[in-house]
């Protein structure tokens, strides 16, 4: 069964307008990621992929993220649009997220743009931000989206939310 779309108000974007396939598009806004009280990923050059039902997720050009925070990549899933995933391991400021970070080094022609770009999950990291907002995790710990102000849902992940 699926859920009731929250109405957009003005400025305001929903999930359940987004597309399915997903759509990659440009992000004008700074994007930032602060674990372990270090700015490891700051830029204005991101990406963000819109899903019907999910927030936006965002990635970071692997020259915006700082060195040595990630650790080597392992293989994670596979993403029916975007391809095989690699997971990283975040370490910074004394802390170490597992499996905190992950990139598509060879991802679908569709995605081509996102090559060895880097998305976080904004639950195990200090503080996400899109521009000056803070971002608060999707729900349920699988999918990596961020939650912002100006975008409605609800959002897939939660309890329930399965069969979406």
């Known amino acids: 069964m699926w859920p009731d779309p929250i ?8 999930v359940w307008a987004y597309p399915r396939p997903p759509r990659l598009e440009r992000v004008a806004l700074r994007l930032r990621v602060v674990f372990g009280g270090v700015t490891v990923a700051d ?19 692997p020259a915006d993220v700082l060195p040595d925070v990630l650790g080597p990549p392992r293989r ?20 170490r997220a597992e499996g905190a970070a992950w990139a598509y080094p060879d991802p679908t022609p569709d995605f081509r743009a996102l090559a060895g770009y ?3 999950y904004a639950g195990p990291m ?22 912002t102000p100006g975008v409605v849902g609800p959002f897939k992940g939660g309890p329930g939310s399965m069969g979406w």
Do not use: M
Request: hydrophobic share 35%; net charge negative.
């Open 118 to 120: 880097l998305a976080f």
């Open 76 to 95: 994670a899933g596979v993403c029916e649009w975007k391809g095989r995933a690699v997971l990283h391991d975040v370490s910074a400021g004394g802390r």
């Open 43 to 61: 830029t204005v050059a991101g990406w963000r992929v819109l899903e019907t039902s999910h927030p936006p997720t965002y990635y970071f050009p």
């Open 126 to 147: 200090d503080a996400c931000f899109v521009g000056d907002a803070r971002a608060e995790p999707q729900p349920g710990g699988f999918y990596g989206g961020w939650i």
């Open 7 to 14: 109405p957009p108000g003005p400025d305001e974007e929903s």
